[in-house]
């Protein structure tokens, strides 16, 4: 049997992805030119789409056609570069690069970059809200998707947090909180939402939120050791932010090794929340992996 690459997974569905996102969006030309034109550069900027990719591998998984869980995947998608588009701006993390060109607002101006994430969070409602012959797990993945973008333990909450407590002493507790909020709600919400929409219930359900919640968590302490020992032409944004911003981070309360630790023992109590899939979990395991690992 062929060895599974995960670098070859990840172009591929890359690939498929992009084309898929175009479909949903309202063409780049579409009146009114310049939102539409500012929404596609977000979005087709280089990125990993690992959220969406987490959500067509769920499916894979489950056994279900990929079909079901596109529409799904394509909105995370959106919301997540809405959340980007969001945090670049000079009122929240003030970044200049994003996806390895210069962010929405240095383009567009800040009004337009604000009006460009707005318009990705709502296409992506708009898709979530096309009829799809199954409205009550429709309805439950969109109440999935709906909690981890909110405010009580969502993207908005996490980002609150991260806001606030920048520049000022935090616990263990907080950093927990943020990175679970801020990142890893939406990576988790990419694994259930999809396997509602496969069908799956508990407790299938509660093994791969728990495989989705452990592995949203290492993906945000990746990339925070990242910020400090990755290289900015293959992240495709500025590093060495967060020790300037005084953010909380888990390398600067731990220092980088036991972070690497940390999100390593995380991705393997990730992968072994998987064991009952057998041999249908090896993509998910090494998207697991892959997120440890990362170099971008
Ligand atoms: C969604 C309603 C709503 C509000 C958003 C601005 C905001 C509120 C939240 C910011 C959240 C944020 C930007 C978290 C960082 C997450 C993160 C690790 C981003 C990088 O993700 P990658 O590495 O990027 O997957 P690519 O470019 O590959 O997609």
Redesign the pocket.
């Known amino acids: 049997m062929k060895k599974f690459d995960v670098q070859t997974y990840l172009e591929e569905k890359g690939d498929l992805l992009d084309g898929l996102i175009l479909s949903f969006m309202p063409p780049e030309h579409t009146h009114p030119g310049i939102i539409h034109e500012a929404m596609h550069y977000s979005l087709f900027?280089?990125?990993?789409?690992?959220?969406p990719i987490l959500a067509l591998a769920t499916a894979e998984a489950l056994g279900c056609p990929a079909e079901t869980v596109i529409p799904y995947a394509c909105a995370l998608?959106m919301?997540?570069?809405?959340?980007?588009i969001?945090?670049d701006l000079p009122s929240?993390?003030n970044d200049d690069i994003?996806?390895g060109k210069p962010s929405s607002h240095k383009i567009y101006g800040e009004g337009l970059a604000i009006l460009a994430?707005n318009g990705l969070?709502v296409q992506a409602f708009e898709i979530l809200s096309r009829e799809n012959g199954n409205p009550a797990k429709q309805l439950a993945a969109l109440h999935c998707l709906c909690r981890a973008?909110?405010t009580e333990h969502?993207?908005?909450g996490?980002?609150v947090m991260?806001l606030s407590l920048q520049g000022k002493p935090f616990t263990e507790d907080d950093l927990a909180y943020i990175h679970s909020s801020?990142?890893g709600a939406?990576i988790e919400a990419s694994v259930v939402g999809a396997a509602i929409l496969a069908g799956a219930e508990r407790p299938v359900l509660d093994n791969l939120r728990e495989y989705g919640r452990k592995v949203g968590l290492a993906?945000?302490i990746a990339?925070d050791l990242l910020d400090v020992t990755g290289s900015p032409e293959k992240m495709?944004k500025k590093t060495g932010k967060d020790e300037i911003s005084e953010k909380a981070t888990y390398p600067a309360l731990f220092g980088i090794d036991a972070s690497r630790e940390k999100a390593c023992a995380l991705v393997e109590a990730a992968v072994s929340e998987l064991e009952w899939l057998k041999e249908k979990g090896e993509v998910l395991t090494e998207l697991a992996r892959f997120i440890s690992i990362r170099k971008?």
């Open positions: 900027s280089r990125s990993k789409r690992i959220r998608e919301i997540h570069t809405h959340s980007l969001h945090d929240m993390d994003r996806r994430g969070l973008i909110g969502g993207l908005l996490g980002q991260d801020k990142t939406l993906f945000q990339d495709g971008f």
